[in-house]
């Protein structure tokens, strides 16, 4: 893969991931079609890692807080529970620190409840999403999925629940539904939106957690595939790999600041139109191109 290559797939990651229309989704087609099916997946998460950046540069302030209170939130724990094992040895009554104080705290315990059921299904899924990747027919039936999802989500009355009122169950089902849209075809933004809304939360929060929930699911990938970076880079060369990251940290960027109006204007049938029609594109190449 050259570096022109490189260029095209960093657009399409950085448009796709944040615009609802499933960033795995147009690279795997775009691969099948084009012939590089040589690039492995490790290149796939070079560029998510890309869009990673843009999430930290638009949402910086956010992230901060949320790190500092996550910090916070395990220092507080960690002193619960000596106090704890001190009272039960001395036998005298203790005062807890309330852990969760405040809305940002809350927040990052969202993040971290969401992260558990992703990495589980994302760790068990790994061999099946890898193959998926491999076709066209699954890419296109998940968009058509996506399709649907969008267009219901503008159907939608306006959530009103914020960080404050959110429960850790609805954490819960938008980790889940994060982990089953590794699926290629699936939107990742756009299935955690569309559970986030189904769950009743505000539009503008909404936006937010998905895109900040992201940062574990696709740090964790990373992780996942560093014993085969080496060889994936030897195959698609390193300068591909810095040069696809960055194009799609500067699309990402741009389509956060645009995601952010779409949600709020209820405008996804336009994309949902959109993965349909790519959605059926694909399945019909599946029976030609073989």
């Not at 954490?171 to 990742?188: N, Y």
């Not at 040069?243 to 956060?256: D, E, K, L, N, R």
Request: charged letters at 15%; proline letters at 3%; glycine letters at 8%.
């Amino acid at each position: 893969m050259g570096i022109l290559e490189a260029i095209l797939l960093g657009i399409i990651q950085g448009i796709a991931e944040f615009l609802p229309i499933s960033s795995s989704g147009h690279l795997a087609i775009f691969q099948k079609l084009f012939g590089m099916d040589q690039v492995g997946i490790s290149f796939d998460v070079f560029l998510h890692i890309g869009t990673l950046i843009a999430v930290f540069i638009v949402f910086w302030k956010d992230i901060l807080r949320l790190f500092v209170d996550g910090v916070g939130i395990v220092a507080d724990s960690c002193v619960n529970v000596y106090r704890f094992f001190r009272s039960k040895n001395k036998k005298e009554p203790v005062e807890y620190i309330r852990v969760i104080r405040t809305a940002y705290r809350k927040f990052a315990l969202l993040v971290i409840v969401s992260t558990i059921p992703t990495g589980i299904i994302g760790y068990l899924g790994k061999e099946l999403v890898s193959n998926a990747s491999d076709t066209l027919i699954i890419p296109g039936i998940c968009l058509l999925v996506t399709a649907v999802l969008l267009f219901i989500s503008d159907q939608m009355p306006d959530g009103q629940k914020t960080p404050k009122n959110t429960s850790y169950f609805n954490a819960v089902f938008m980790g889940i539904c994060q982990g089953i849209a590794t699926l290629p075809g699936l939107s990742r933004s756009g299935t955690t939106i569309v559970a986030g809304l189904l769950c009743g939360l505000r539009r503008d929060f909404v936006v937010k957690y998905s895109f900040i929930m992201s940062i574990p699911a696709i740090l964790g990938a990373a992780v996942l595939e560093i014993p085969d970076m080496g060889k994936d880079m030897a195959t698609t060369g390193v300068a591909s790999y810095v040069v696809g990251m960055i194009v799609a940290a500067v699309v990402g960027y741009i389509c956060i600041k645009t995601m952010l109006v779409v949600v709020r204007n209820k405008k996804f049938k336009y994309f949902s139109y959109y993965c349909a029609v790519v959605g059926l594109v694909a399945i019909i190449a599946s029976f030609v191109i073989k």
